[in-house]
């Protein structure tokens, strides 16, 4: 699996757009990105993937670029409930070994 | 509803006592997974199982064992060879369905968070 690099942490105003970060140059063709987010305490939640189209959905839209090198999540309208980790995680969908998930960036929304 | 569930939410062990966690699925999903998260840090792989009677070690088995008799349940055990058995401990469960994008979502339970006195 393609190695992720994501900022430690960050801060957003409620309201306001969250637009998170996530480098994975060495990404494979085959590869997806998926997204996870942890709220404290709780287990991870699926937020949503893609191959190299942006996607959207109810929770939050992705950004590919078009050399797949990075992508965004974007979270259009931050709510207190959004303060989690966010896990940028990429990987091929017929790869059967385990998800990695690494430090993530932890989103803070303050009021 | 479909979902996972975990019990207990928090459990109490004294040192050297073997404890199970529980997990419990209803996805009808063939694979399940424990994890193991500290303080701070992202989730390590314990053990997984993609299917009835299977299940492979993770990054840090040593010290936990489990068993998949069922395809709704996947029982992780803490023994007293775990040196450091403090942590949240979190399952999940997932289509197995290789080639598909969808086969990466992993569905969490709440967690067990497990101190050891």
């Known amino acids: 699996d393609a190695k992720t690099t994501q900022p430690t942490s960050m801060d957003c105003a409620e309201g306001r757009a969250a637009n998170l970060p996530c480098n994975h140059s060495?990404?494979?063709?085959?590869?997806?990105v998926y997204w996870y987010r942890q709220i404290h305490s709780q287990g991870p939640q699926y937020i949503i993937h893609?191959?190299?189209n942006n996607e959207t959905n109810e929770m939050a839209s992705l950004i590919i670029t078009e050399d797949r090198k990075s992508s965004t999540l974007i979270l259009p309208h931050a709510t207190l409930r959004d303060t989690a980790v966010y896990y940028c995680i990429v990987r091929a969908s017929d790869n059967t070994d385990k998800l990695i998930f690494g430090t993530g960036t932890r989103l803070q929304v303050f009021p | 509803d479909g979902g996972i569930t975990q019990s207990p939410k928090y459990l109490f062990r004294k040192e050297g006592q073997n404890v199970t966690l529980s997990c419990e699925q209803n996805?009808?999903?063939?694979?399940m997974y424990w994890y193991r998260q500290d303080p701070g840090q992202g989730l390590r792989l314990i053990y997984y199982?993609?299917?009835?009677?299977?299940?492979q070690k993770g990054d840090i088995a040593e010290g936990y064992s489990v068993s998949r008799e069922k395809k709704e349940s996947f029982p992780l055990t803490v023994t007293s060879a775990q040196k450091n058995p403090t942590a949240f401990y979190l399952c999940a469960s997932s289509i197995q369905a290789p080639g598909l994008a969808f086969y990466n979502e992993q569905f969490f339970g709440p967690g067990t968070r497990l101190t050891v006195l």
């Open positions: 893609g191959l190299k």
């Open positions: 060495t990404i494979s063709g085959n590869e997806y």
């Open positions: 199982s993609q299917i009835v009677n299977d299940f």
């Open positions: 996805l009808n999903h063939d694979a």
